[in-house]
T-cell receptor, first 112, second 112 residues
Framework: DVKVTQSSRYLVKRTGEKVFLECVQDMDHENMFWYRQDPGLGLRLIYFSYDVKMKEKGDIPEGYSVSREKKERFSLILESASTNQTSMYLC???????????FGPGTRLTVT | RKEVEQDPGPFNVPEGATVAFNCTYSNSASQSFFWYRQDCRKEPKLLMSVYSSGNEDGRFTAQLNRASQYISLLIRDSKLSDSATYLCVGGPRGGATNKLIFGTGTLLAVQP
């Protein structure tokens, strides 16, 4: 089974803090994705990566950056957390000709 | 207009009922479609793929109508455990990566 893990299930941070969300997958997938999910807005793509050290902006990249130094690990960084970044953050991966994405359990981030 | 649109519901149905959800997509170039299931406060998980004219898996049937650009999901003999949000997903969005477009989801509540 594909396994995607995320570093924290719940996180509470203060406005202005730098926040790191980590995601690790164990299936040697080339592609990794970061989404946020908010009520009524669904899943929105923040950033994705199709190879080590490669990244592309998704639909809502503002206020976020990413890092992919190893194939299995994709990090989402909030440089200066703001209250409007309170959300559920979901990491996903896929690879090869397989379009289905496999999700991690999510990190519920609250910024106060 | 959203690329993938769904009725948010909720659909409240009694156990044993048959329920159908529809989803429309705007990008005629989308090649693959999926239904994901998301339980409350959990990550989305793949329910079914819909690659060509349809797919059936037990009580679940998914249909794709390319001419009208819609996808449907039919659930027969609903169970309490079917209560969840069902996400309609299209993709890829093009390019080398396997990006998917998620609908905002349809909430199903099966009642005893």
């Amino acid at each position: 089974d594909v396994k995607v893990t995320q570093s924290s299930r719940y996180l509470v941070k203060r406005t202005g803090e730098k926040v790191f969300l980590e995601c690790v997958q164990d299936m040697d997938h080339e592609n990794m994705f970061w989404y946020r999910q908010d009520p009524g807005l669904g899943l929105r793509l923040i950033y994705f990566s199709y190879d080590v050290k490669m990244k592309e902006k998704g639909d809502i990249p503002e206020g976020y950056s990413v890092s992919r130094e190893k194939k299995e690990r994709f990090s989402l960084i909030l440089e200066s957390a703001s209250t409007n970044q309170t959300s559920m953050y979901l990491c996903a991966s896929n690879g090869g000709d397989v379009y289905e994405q496999y999700f991690g359990p999510g990190t519920r981030l609250t910024v106060t | 207009r959203k690329e993938v649109e769904q009725d948010p519901g909720p659909f409240n149905v009694p156990e044993g009922a048959t329920v159908a959800f529809n989803c429309t997509y705007s990008n005629s170039a989308s090649q693959s479609f999926f239904w994901y299931r998301q339980d409350c406060r959990k990550e989305p998980k793949l329910l079914m793929s819909v690659y060509s004219s349809g797919n059936e898996d037990g009580r679940f049937t998914a249909q794709l109508n390319r001419a009208s650009q819609y996808i449907s999901l039919l659930i027969r003999d609903s169970k309490l455990s079917d209560s969840a949000t069902y996400l309609c997903v299209g993709g890829p969005r093009g390019g080398a990566t396997n990006k998917l477009i998620f609908g905002t989801g349809t909430l199903l509540a099966v009642q005893p």
